[in-house]
Nanobody
Framework: QVQLVESGGGLVQAGGSLRLSCTAS????????MAWFRQAPGKERDFVAR????????DYADSVKGRFTISKDNAKNTVYLQMNSLRPEDTAVYYC??????????????????WGQGTQVTVSS
């Protein structure tokens, strides 16, 4: 069992930055691929980014490429999402997810076994 706890959300003006953190407890964190998803009110949960267990491979949604960076610190059991140049459309609850497999369909929430409770990010215009 893996427990994931997100932090770092908040209210920020458009153009600003936030860094989200997701700390894991339980089984060996370094063996898990990690991902961030987000869900706006009334919308589906969307893929944002993922990182391999080693941290050597990353994928991003087109909507965040060049603005968001995912990173992983296995020594701290933590994955980060650095979000720059934030836009009002980035407003959502952001969720951390984990799975031991490296899925060919990273955009699918069903590819991840473990989920955090989410952290709210609100970007004002």
């Amino acid at each position: 069992q893996v427990q994931l706890v997100e932090s770092g959300g908040g209210l920020v003006q458009a153009g600003g930055s936030l860094r989200l953190s997701c700390t894991a407890s339980g089984r060996t964190f370094s063996r898990y691929a990690m991902a961030w998803f987000r869900q706006a009110p009334g919308k589906e949960r969307d893929f944002v980014a993922r990182i391999s267990w080693s941290g050597g491979t990353t994928d991003y949604a087109d909507s965040v490429k060049g603005r968001f960076t995912i990173s992983k610190d296995n020594a701290k059991n933590t994955v980060y999402l650095q979000m720059n140049s934030l836009r009002p459309e980035d407003t959502a609850v952001y969720y951390c997810a984990a799975d031991m497999a490296w899925s060919p369909l990273p955009e699918s929430p069903s590819a991840y076994e473990y989920w955090g409770q989410g952290t709210q990010v609100t970007v004002s215009s």
